[in-house]
């Protein structure tokens, strides 16, 4: 997966995301708990590394059959691939304030588990924030 080094591009990328057409009409229909562990790593990868802490982490939010199910998928998609997928996920499923709080949390959690929040971090931050709310 690409860093994210290019922020304009990637906001571009986002902005158009609603008008992009699936590939061969995949889709993708995640539960919550599936779709947050796919964000999750999404936002350990943000600075091209993900490390144990964030992993372990991750895990601890989640199921193993989850957490394996998610990772093998996250490990076969590319940045672009993987912000479609998880707006496409996030139409599916309808999340209360509170949940959305939560998540918001889990991924502030994630980003701070390495010690470090990165501009590359708080560009997906930003990115995120345009898909989930």
Known sequence: ???LSDQTNLLYIVMQLPNTIMIKNE???WNKDELKCYILLLCAKADAVETKEELDLIKSMTTYKTF?????EFCKD????SLEKIRDSMR???YSYWEL???RKEIEEVFASDGTILK???T??????????
């Open 1 to 3: 997966m690409a860093g």
């Open 27 to 29: 889709k993708h229909h």
């Open 68 to 72: 394996q199910k998610i990772y093998a």
């Open 78 to 81: 590319g940045e672009d691939q």
């Open 92 to 94: 599916t499923n309808d």
């Open 101 to 103: 709080a939560k998540l």
């Open 120 to 122: 590359k971090e708080n």
């Open 124 to 133: 997906l931050r930003n990115i995120l924030d345009k898909i989930l709310y």
